[in-house]
């Protein structure tokens, strides 16, 4: 082990580094990695439809929707962790859900488009 000081935005943090021998096998990844899950094609809002964008950048944390809900002004479309903290993103009037563009775990920023409704 090696031990260096490294600066980050002006705070000095002590860290031990391992050293590898030259010529040795480097670790490999664990066999078990899960796949990952293909996302679903965006879908665009025509007409009387409507899209529910991010408000802020995050990950999807739950998917409380699917594409043919019909659900109540104020019902919780899907939940945004961001800043360590759980959002509710909410229907803003009656609706039926046409699309859901994201899925759980998904990174978004702000404006992506979560679903659209109408």
Do not use: H
């Not at 899960?34 to 879908?43: C, G, K, L, N």
């Not at 899925?103 to 679903?115: H, I, P």
């Amino acid at each position: 082990m090696r031990k260096f000081i490294v600066n980050v935005n002006g705070s000095s943090y002590e860290v031990e580094v391992e050293e590898i021998a030259a010529g040795s096998a480097p670790v490999a990844a664990p066999a078990a990695a899960p796949a990952p899950v293909a996302a679903p094609a965006p879908v665009a809002a025509t007409g009387k439809q409507e899209t529910v964008t991010c408000p802020m950048p995050g990950n999807i944390w739950e998917v409380k929707c699917k594409p043919g809900d019909v659900v109540k002004s104020g019902a919780v479309l899907l939940i945004l962790e961001a800043m360590k903290m759980e959002n509710e993103i909410m229907a803003p009037r009656d609706c039926k859900v046409v699309a859901v563009n994201v899925q759980k775990g998904a990174a978004v920023n702000s404006g992506d488009v979560l679903c659209v409704i109408e």
